[in-house]
């Protein structure tokens, strides 16, 4: 049986940034670019018309901007995967956070010089995956998790997890997302969160996540405490990593799997302090980060979590600590993250 080809919205006021996304999609098997639009207007009249199921929109641009044109698309197509693709300066990323939070699945900030490479690997991963969701009929937003989940077994004060750490990539914003949605309470732990983005959007994903819920997160700090009830994300340019005490420690080591920060690291120190207490999360992404570091957490007695193939954009990292055996339960985003306030007591 013939599988239909993703059908694929770009919309950019810029003709060579149209022309250059078009390129690298032209020659991917099982992705077409159905229509190119120019302003916000010109990509909801497409969606109007059907047939497109990722839309890549770039946020400043005449006529209508992305941000006024995000909400009359899903309107539109409330199935629509609309993929922002933004300036990497502070100011482009902090409008990115806000789409996300009108409805957009992901962000992925435009190349700078000699990233193509990357960015066309990065993009056609997103609309790949998102593509494949949209198939399955997977909203782009998620209802929050219920108010009153089933509960397992009860954790009895002072046993169970005494730290939680969450790593994740390609499609990582929309699941932590919605984690994040499914705390009710601050938790009775501390959280630690690894992501794989630009520099410049990681203070805004921190910001995006502190609107969804009661957890207030902020960007790691060198020798900072852990404090229960908030999350740290670890910065641009520095892996998170625990120490004695504990403390968050920020170590300029070796990039791993080609980034930093990596969340193999991360999760390594935290089963090197915590041990059978430790719980580790680990979320869609490309690649095989979390994978390592997930053994490891396992190996001390701590519980390993990991994001379903079907639920993930990518399923290359939780696919990675499966694949070991290193995970505990494997849940759709919705159950993971029910289970993940269960753990950290914010249910």
Do not use: Y
Not at 81 to 96: D, E, F, H, T, W
Not at 138 to 160: K, N, T, W
Not at 287 to 295: I, M, S, T
């Amino acid at each position: 049986m013939t599988i239909e080809p993703l059908r694929v919205l770009v919309c950019d006021d810029s003709a060579v940034a149209r022309a250059a996304v078009v390129r690298i999609l032209d020659g991917e098997a099982g992705i077409r670019v159905v229509s190119r639009a120019r302003n916000g207007r010109e990509a909801v009249e497409a969606v109007r018309a059907g047939g497109i199921d990722v839309a890549l929109l770039d946020l400043e641009m005449p006529v209508m901007d992305g941000l006024t044109a995000l909400p009359l698309l899903l309107q539109a197509d409330p199935g629509l995967r609309v993929l922002v693709v933004s300036s990497l300066s502070a100011q482009g990323a902090g409008v990115a956070m806000k789409a996300m939070r009108l409805g957009a699945v992901d962000c992925l900030g435009k190349p700078t010089p000699g990233q193509d490479a990357i960015f066309a690997e990065e993009l056609i991963a997103r609309i790949k995956g998102n593509g494949a969701l949209r198939r399955r009929g997977v909203p782009p937003q998620p209802a929050p998790a219920p108010a009153a989940p089933v509960r397992r077994a009860p954790i009895a004060p002072g046993c169970g997890p005494a730290v939680l750490a969450i790593g994740a990539s390609t499609g990582g914003p929309e699941a932590l997302a919605t984690i994040f949605r499914a705390f009710r309470v601050r938790p009775r732990i501390p959280i630690l969160l690894t992501q794989h983005m630009p520099d410049a959007f990681i203070p805004m994903l921190a910001e995006h996540l502190s609107r969804l819920g009661p957890v207030p997160v902020t960007v790691a700090k060198d020798h900072a405490g852990l404090v229960p009830g908030t999350a740290v994300l670890a910065p641009g340019g520095s892996h998170l990593v625990v120490a004695a005490g504990p403390e968050v420690t920020l170590a300029t080591t070796p990039p791993e799997h080609f980034c930093r920060p990596a969340v193999d690291p991360m999760l390594r120190s935290v089963a090197a302090i915590f041990g059978v207490r430790a719980a580790a999360v680990v979320l869609t992404g490309m690649g095989c980060d979390g994978g390592a570091g997930a053994v490891a957490v396992n190996a001390a007695g701590g519980l390993v979590l990991a994001q379903d193939q079907a639920s993930s954009v990518v399923w290359g990292m939780p696919g990675a600590v499966v694949e070991r055996g290193a995970a505990r339960e494997v849940l759709p985003i919705q159950e993971l993250a029910r289970r993940v306030a269960e753990i950290a007591g914010a249910a």
